[in-house]
């Protein structure tokens, strides 16, 4: 087989599925889209930084305010989380972002009438700087903030 002639046919034979691979390779470069920008664009989700700041989002129109009391958050310490222009009691679980350390659920208890303080606690990590998610839910809405822990 590799000693036959190249005939016209087989030419044209090759010539047509060069030009087919050709135009998908084209075809699948122009239209492809990185993973990390679906993502990001997902839901427009907000994730704040609660060890650099207060976090403040928006739920039912009114400004819901979320910072840590714990200014040096450390594993295997308690560690407390205060919600405020909250009527409702919220839930909120802790996840490692870094690394899978299971989930950590946060318990809250209601300080007056529209402020929660909520306490958890961190496993420790192999890491020397740990970045952990905390989800939380209140009326049907997640508000997503991150803070690191260091050893």
């Known amino acids: 087989m590799a000693a036959e002639k190249l005939t016209r046919g087989r030419l044209i034979q090759i010539i047509v599925l060069m030009t087919i691979?050709?135009?998908?390779?084209?075809?699948r470069t122009v239209t492809y889209t990185s993973p990390d920008s679906e993502e990001?664009?997902?839901?427009?989700?907000?994730?704040?930084?609660?060890?650099t700041t207060t976090c403040q989002y928006l739920l039912d129109q009114d400004s819901v305010d979320v910072q840590l009391l714990t200014k040096k958050?450390?594993?295997?310490?308690?560690?407390?989380l205060q919600i405020t222009n909250i009527d409702v009691k919220p839930t909120a679980t802790v996840s490692g972002v870094s690394m899978n350390m299971g989930t950590v659920p946060i318990i809250f208890t209601q300080h007056n009438k529209n402020t929660w303080v909520g306490e958890f606690t961190v496993p420790a990590?192999?890491?020397?700087?740990?970045?952990?998610?905390?989800?939380?839910?209140?009326?049907?809405?997640?508000?997503?903030?991150?803070?690191?822990?260091t050893q």
């Open 40 to 51: 990001s664009v997902e839901a427009g989700v907000k994730i704040c930084q609660l060890d």
């Open 21 to 27: 691979l050709i135009s998908a390779f084209f075809w």
């Open 73 to 80: 958050p450390s594993a295997q310490t308690p560690i407390r």
């Open 125 to 149: 990590c192999t890491l020397n700087s740990m970045v952990w998610e905390i989800d939380i839910t209140a009326k049907n809405t997640t508000m997503i903030s991150q803070f690191t822990v």
